[in-house]
Each structure stands twice: as structure tokens, then as C-alpha cells.
């Protein structure tokens, strides 16, 4: 429900439900019709339920480095580390178990307008099968493949049925 092509989409799930949520109200609003209204709310009920079941997220940070956590599939794991990309310097994926967990999408929040601002990198990734993984980032140039990284960050991670 959530999970489209690897990625957690919550806004888009959120834009379905306000937007399907806007027609209903709309049509309860012009019929003023009861069985609407109820079935109204048993949509509602069903939509937040799906978001619950469809997965959690669980989010770390550098503090987290060393650690072992637990996942379920079809849980998404966010790591939130400082960088900043305009220096060259990126998390990279070093380490990691494609069987069980993969790689989703990356962002990156500075923490203000001015260029050239550090902020926070955010690396995704999605647990898909049970099993173990252990994940290593490393935070380097891609380009001074020679030059060793700056900095790492390791988790191993379980995950569930």
C-alpha cells in the first residue's frame, strides 16, 4: 500500500487520502446522506489501518554506529548523518546484504538557505527478506578512490518475519 518500487512514499499515500477523503466529505455534504456518512468513517478506519499495517520506519543516527537493530519486513530503516555534498564528501553504501535489505532513496537537508551549508544526509533502506545484514556507510570523495574515508558508520541488522 505504502511501498511502490522499493520506495516508502508517505506523502503520495497522504495526497490519495486527503484527496479521497475531500470527495467523500464533498459527497456527504450534498446528499446529507447517513449511510455516507457511516461509510465515510469505515473508510477512514480501513485507510489508517493499511498505513499502520504497511510498515514502520525506524531512523539512526552516528550515535547508533556499533549497534546491532531489529527490523520486520517491509520496514524501512532511515540513517541520518551530517554531511555536506558541495565539499565532495557523500555517505556511501560500503557494505551491505541485497538479499535482505536494500537501498532506497537519499536525501540530503541543509541546514540553512546559504550555499555551500552543511545539514543532514538521509540513506534509506528497506528491509525485504528475513535474515541478517551488516550495513557500512562510509562518508568519503568518491572520486580519491585511494584516500581513505573520514568517517564510517556500521550497524548490523536483523530482520524479522
Not at 535482505?100 to 534509506?124: C, Y
Not at 528497506?126 to 551488516?134: K, L, N, P
Request: hydrophobic share 45%; proline share 3%.
Amino acid at each position: 500500500m505504502i511501498l511502490f518500487n522499493g520506495e516508502c512514499r508517505i506523502r503520495d499515500h497522504f495526497d490519495r487520502f486527503r484527496h479521497s477523503f475531500k470527495l467523500i466529505l464533498d459527497k456527504v455534504a450534498i446528499d446529507g446522506n447517513t449511510k455516507m456518512i457511516k461509510s465515510c468513517a469505515v473508510i477512514i478506519f480501513l485507510l489508517m489501518l493499511g498505513t499502520t499495517l504497511a510498515g514502520e520506519s525506524m531512523k539512526l543516527n552516528e550515535n547508533d554506529s556499533g549497534k546491532t537493530v531489529e527490523l520486520r519486513v517491509g520496514n524501512e530503516l532511515e540513517v541520518i548523518l551530517p554531511g555536506n555534498p558541495t565539499t565532495g564528501y557523500v555517505w556511501e553504501v560500503s557494505s551491505l546484504d541485497s538479499n535482505v535489505l536494500i537501498a532506497g532513496k537519499a536525501d540530503f537537508f541543509a541546514n540553512d538557505k546559504a550555499i555551500g551549508s552543511g545539514g543532514m544526509e538521509i540513506l534509506r533502506f528497506h528491509a525485504i527478506a528475513a535474515g541478517t545484514s551488516h550495513l557500512k556507510l562510509i562518508f568519503h570523495r568518491p572520486f580519491e578512490q585511494t584516500t581513505p574515508p573520514l568517517k564510517t558508520f556500521e550497524v548490523i541488522v536483523i530482520i524479522k518475519k
